[in-house]
């Protein structure tokens, strides 16, 4: 029964001992695709293809094909209010997602364009980008 305890007590020891030497996970950069699953995806679907008359879907979609991406970066920072007369092709209203940070709005948008863009993957949403985005009034367009 002693040699038991004992038996238990080196192992929890032990596993004690390998917790504390598993590296301190580091902050994880945000990631572009399970942003989208959380973010978007609930109203332009998993594949992006959208729902007919509810939410447009986002492949070859203009917003996301443009080499700039304010547009873009606006569009996800304010939603609807952005799209002016765009808007009202579609019954539903896109949410602003001024909830998300600098970092996470730059891998969505990273994302959506190397995903849906008409064209050839558009360069990285950089950081400096979506800041711009964000202290910017509405784009006209
Ligand atoms: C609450 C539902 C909803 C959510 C969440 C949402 N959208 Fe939208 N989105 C819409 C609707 C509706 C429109 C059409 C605009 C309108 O009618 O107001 C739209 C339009 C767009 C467009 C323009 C498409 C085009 O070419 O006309 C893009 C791009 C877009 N959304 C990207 C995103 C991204 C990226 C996310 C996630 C960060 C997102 N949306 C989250 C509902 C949503």
């Known amino acids: 029964m002693t040699g038991c305890i004992l038996a238990l007590l080196s192992l929890l020891a032990a596993s004690t001992a390998c917790s504390r030497q598993e590296p301190v996970p580091a ?6 695709l399970v942003l989208f699953n959380q973010n978007c995806a609930t109203c332009h679907m998993a594949d992006g293809g959208g729902v007919p008359n509810l939410q447009p879907s986002l492949q070859d979609s203009g917003w996301i094909s443009n080499p700039d991406p304010q547009p873009l970066l606006s569009l996800i920072l304010r939603g609807s209010a952005v799209l002016g007369e765009g808007a009202k092709a579609y019954e539903n209203d896109m949410a602003p997602q001024d909830h998300l940070t600098d970092a996470e709005v730059a891998a969505l948008a990273t994302h959506v364009r190397s995903r849906f863009a008409a064209g050839p993957a558009a360069k990285p949403v950089a950081l400096a980008e979506v800041a711009l985005a964000r202290a910017r009034p509405v784009l006209p367009h």
């Open 27 to 32: 902050d994880p950069a945000p990631d572009g």
